[in-house]
C-alpha cells in the first residue's frame, strides 16, 4: 500500500466520523487506529484520515495539571 501523502503512523488523527485516534498501523488499504488513551483499535480507510496537530501538547498539559492536582 502506497501510503505517500498520509500521516505517518504514530500520528494522532481524526476520522470521518470524528473520532480521535492514534495511527497503529496501514495495513493492506486499511488504517487501524487506537483510543489515545488505549482501548480496542478500529480500521478505517486510509484516506478518510486527518492528522490533528497539536492535540499531543494540549492532551498532554491537561493530563500535567490533573497529575498536579492530586
Known amino acids: 500500500m502506497d501510503t505517500a501523502g498520509l500521516p505517518p503512523v504514530g500520528a494522532l488523527v481524526r476520522d470521518a466520523g470524528g473520532r480521535i485516534g492514534r495511527l497503529m498501523a496501514y495495513t493492506r488499504a486499511r488504517a487501524w487506529l487506537r483510543p489515545p ?7 478505517v480507510e486510509p484516506g478518510t484520515i486527518t492528522e490533528v496537530p497539536g492535540w499531543d501538547t494540549v492532551a498532554g498539559a491537561g493530563r500535567e495539571g490533573t497529575a498536579q492536582d492530586r
Open 37 to 43: 488513551g488505549g482501548g480496542r483499535e478500529w480500521d
